[in-house]
Nanobody
Framework: VQLQASGGGSVQTGGSLRLSCAAS????????MGWFRQAPGKEREFVAG????????FYTDSTKGRFTISRDNAKNTVYLQMNSLKPEDTAVYYC????????????????????WGQGTQVTVSS
């Protein structure tokens, strides 16, 4: 399984970006996909997640209401629409895949995931 993340870039405060994570080598049906980010000098943190089995979506408090995670089954792809971006959103964003169901508490943990994408840089300037 390979994950290809794309869509990062540089925007000003208040701008928007849409990240994509395309999965190959596996048809996503019963999986869980998460987005994480790592800012310079900080630990990687959970941003958003989605489960295929029930289409439930999860967000960290700092992104709730601004970020939207979605999926396209036909394209085997997950998206992260990021609106109202702030300088503190600046980080490398990673997508991660668990080949199965994750409960909410596990969904936010890095070690719960089986595969990771290569990361895409998001820079928000003030």
């Amino acid at each position: 399984v390979q994950l290809q993340a794309s869509g990062g870039g540089s925007v000003q405060t208040g701008g928007s970006l849409r990240l994509s994570c395309a999965a190959s080598g596996r048809t996503l049906r019963t999986d869980t996909m998460g987005w994480f980010r790592q800012a310079p000098g900080k630990e990687r943190e959970f941003v958003a997640g989605i489960r295929w089995t029930d289409n439930n979506k999860f967000y960290t408090d700092s992104t709730k209401g601004r970020f939207t995670i979605s999926r396209d089954n036909a394209k085997n792809t997950v998206y992260l629409q990021m609106n109202s971006l702030k300088p503190e959103d600046t980080a490398v964003y990673y997508c991660a895949l668990k080949t199965g169901y994750l409960i909410q508490s596990s969904l936010k943990r890095e070690l719960s995931y089986d595969y990771w994408g290569q990361g895409t840089q998001v820079t928000v300037s003030s």
